[in-house]
Every structure is written in structure tokens, then in C-alpha cells.
């Protein structure tokens, strides 16, 4: 791994020559973008359309990540192998992993090769890192440390999302995940209506891609009729669907068995309240 130093030159009292201390400057963290979908379904003519050149370079040019799994991380690189050869062979890479499971007491020492001088990415199992992301705790940490973040430009699905919604993009709040529990969902729902339609913003949450039809079912069941709702799924893949519509037209719809098909795909889940 490249290290950053700097050099220090002293002169000694007795006029003999200058001689050097050499200190390590930290290094730079990365915010890696990774893409929405697994690697094996991006191909390298599609990527670039993804992620621009110069991110793919920069992610070619490390090698130490800390990335929420291992496994994907490995399969990403070997993606942008394909176009931009990387530093090292992929098995030389070190990752490091950071994700829900992680304690806090850890996150010192990922970040310890970057305070050693060292430049290191921090990858999302996909899209942007540290949104919706356990990195956000580690870039606060860098931060502290004064160690450089860098982020680098690379797919947000709750931005594309709200993009492609219609909905309120000049104000919109992201909620995370929604309780599993069924009367806590619907109190959380009716919660986040009354909000959006106070305040007129729009309500952006996401679910685990099994679970996508129960919430789409408690969204329609529970807003007003008239509250906007939309689905956007498989952003920036093949199968991208984006669809908004009121709860009382998702409501008949899932009645009629035509609720979209989005079991098991990555979704993002917004409303607006009339």
C-alpha cells in the first residue's frame, strides 16, 4: 500500500549536516459507490453508465477497503478489474469488515492503517456508503481523528427514487426501516402520512425485498385514498419499475392480483400526503 509521509529537516547545534524525521500524514477514506444491483448482473459495457471512470480508477487503486461484507466487495473488484487493472491481485487486497454486527470498540482499528499514512475505500453492500449504511459511524470517527473523507459520485436508490417519483423533491425525509410488528407499522405509517401532509413533504422507507409485498399492502391499507404512494424497484438494473400511484388504486390493484412484481428485489417505498 502507498504510504503518505512527510519529511522534517532539522539542523543540529553543532552545524553538522541536516538529517530528516520522517512522519506519516494519515491517509485519504474513500466513499466507494458500489452498484445497486450484484456484480454479476452489471456487465463492463454497462458499468461506466453506473459509475464514472475516474471513481472505477480510484477503486482500482486501493488496496485496503472496509466494506459491509467481504464476499460482494471481492466480486465488485473483480468487476472493475475488468476495465481498470487493479493495484494488487485481488487476493492481496485487504477488507476489512464493517456492518450491522460490528462493535463500536472495532472501529479504531479499521481505522488504523489510514492513521499510518494509508489510503482506504469504504464500500456499501450497495450504492453510496454511510446512508443507510453502518459507515456512517466509522466517517464521524475519521472525522474526529482528522483524517480526509473523499466521497466519490455513484448510484443513490432514494435519490433516484425521489427523482423518478413525481413526489416532493424540494422537501422528502428518509425513515429507514419500518417496525415488522404490524400494529407498531401501521401506527409508524399513519405517523409519517400526518407528517407528509403537514409539513407537504414527501416519506422515503425501505424494507427487507421479502417482506416488499406486506408493506406495500399496510401503505395501501392504511393511508387515505388519496395519499400518492410509489414503488421504485431494481434501480438501474434491467428490471428497473417505477410506479406511482394513490393508495386506493394500489389498494384495488393488489385486490385484483396485480400487485407489482417486487418480491425479493431491492425497493425504495415513498408517499406524499394531499
Excluded at 500500500?1 to 553543532?14: C, E, L, V
Excluded at 406495500?216 to 400518492?228: F, I, K, R, V
Aim: proline share 7%; net charge neutral.
Amino acid at each position: 500500500m502507498q504510504n503518505r509521509r512527510n519529511a522534517a529537516a532539522f539542523i543540529t547545534d553543532n552545524g553538522a549536516s541536516p538529517y530528516f524525521i520522517y512522519f506519516a500524514m494519515p491517509g485519504i477514506l474513500y466513499l466507494v459507490p458500489n452498484t445497486l444491483g450484484p456484480a454479476d448482473s452489471t456487465t463492463p459495457e454497462t458499468l461506466t453508465a453506473i459509475l464514472p471512470a475516474a471513481v472505477q480508477a480510484q477503486a482500482a487503486r486501493l488496496e485496503y477497503f472496509i466494506a459491509e461484507n467481504a464476499k460482494t466487495t471481492r466480486a465488485f473488484l473483480k468487476l472493475i478489474n475488468t476495465t481498470h487493472p487493479l493495484a494488487r491481485p485481488l487476493q492481496e487486497i485487504n477488507i476489512s469488515e464493517l456492518n450491522v454486527n460490528t462493535d463500536a470498540a472495532a472501529l479504531p482499528g479499521l481505522l488504523a492503517p489510514l492513521l499510518a499514512g494509508f489510503d482506504a475505500g469504504l464500500i456499501s453492500e450497495a450504492g453510496v456508503p454511510a446512508v443507510a449504511d453502518p459507515g456512517a459511524n466509522l466517517v464521524r470517527l475519521a472525522h474526529q481523528h482528522g483524517i480526509q473523507v473523499r466521497p466519490l459520485v455513484g448510484p443513490s436508490s432514494l435519490l433516484l427514487a425521489i427523482m423518478s417519483s413525481g413526489l416532493n423533491g424540494q422537501s422528502f425525509a428518509f425513515n429507514g426501516y419500518l417496525p415488522t410488528d404490524a400494529a407498531q407499522r401501521m401506527k409508524r405509517i399513519k405517523a409519517l402520512e400526518d407528517r407528509s401532509r403537514q409539513e407537504k413533504q414527501t416519506q422515503l422507507l425501505i424494507e427487507t425485498p421479502y417482506r416488499n409485498g406486506a408493506m406495500l399492502e399496510a401503505l395501501s391499507n392504511t393511508c387515505q385514498p388519496g395519499t400518492l404512494i410509489c414503488v421504485a424497484t431494481d434501480l438501474t438494473l434491467p428490471s428497473e419499475a417505477v410506479k406511482t400511484q394513490s393508495a386506493a388504486k394500489w389498494k384495488s390493484e393488489i385486490a385484483a392480483g396485480k400487485a407489482p412484481d417486487f418480491h425479493k428485489k431491492p425497493s425504495v417505498f415513498l408517499l406524499l400526503a394531499g
